[in-house]
């Protein structure tokens, strides 16, 4: 696994691989056809405003070198982009990084994030030498929540007003995390 160009199948045709430049449109169009629905959760929405917007993160995120960047998949229904899931926030010296997703609404409730989420989880531990994988929702986000729950996550607390929304509200957000020792999958 960590050899670049990593993919990995799941149930019912879904899989995701590293993200590619040549993935931006593909994301870009799918956050701008659901922009209304993801801005209520994503604060970076407002700042995805063209394909070229979606580039630059890109471009940022694969400049840096393999072994110390955050990587970000792609997830497909068959060939098809339906969404995002990454490592963001990661931290090599204390051995803790995060995952964060999105999924188009269509493709939600099947199942999808918690097996990325599954796979992600066990790469870090395994593959990375993580101690620590957190996972970040906002409160009133009650599906999001449900897949640190489902797979064990500590509910660490909240924290009081800590994302800014494109509406200018600030969401409380939900903490949850995994301590490797305390991963059996």
């Known amino acids: 696994m960590k050899e670049k160009g990593h993919t990995h199948q799941f149930d019912n045709g879904y899989s995701i691989r590293e993200a590619q430049l040549s993935d931006a449109e ?3 169009n799918a956050l701008d ?3 209304e629905y ?8 407002p700042f995805m405003q063209s394909v070229d917007d979606e580039i630059s993160f890109l471009k940022e995120t694969l400049s840096k070198p393999y072994d110390s960047r955050d990587i970000v998949f792609v997830i497909e229904k068959e060939g098809v982009f339906v969404g995002l899931i990454g ?3 990661t931290n ?3 051995n803790k990084t995060e995952i964060g997703y999105w999924l188009l609404p269509n493709h939600q409730g099947k199942g999808i994030i918690t097996q990325a989420v ?13 101690n620590r ?3 970040q929702c906002a409160v009133e986000n009650l599906e999001s929540n449900k ?9 660490e607390g909240i924290e009081r007003e800590g994302q800014l929304l494109p509406s200018g509200e600030y969401a409380d957000l939900c903490f949850y995390s995994m301590l490797k020792k305390e991963w059996n999958r």
């Open 26 to 28: 593909a994301i870009f």
């Open 33 to 35: 056809e659901n922009r």
């Open 38 to 45: 993801f801005s209520r959760w994503l604060y970076f929405v």
């Open 87 to 89: 490592f963001v926030n």
């Open 92 to 94: 090599r010296q204390s």
């Open 118 to 130: 599954t796979h992600l989880t066990t790469w870090a531990f395994n593959e990375w030498g993580m």
């Open 133 to 135: 994988v957190k996972i």
């Open 147 to 155: 897949v640190p729950q489902r797979l064990g996550f500590t509910k």
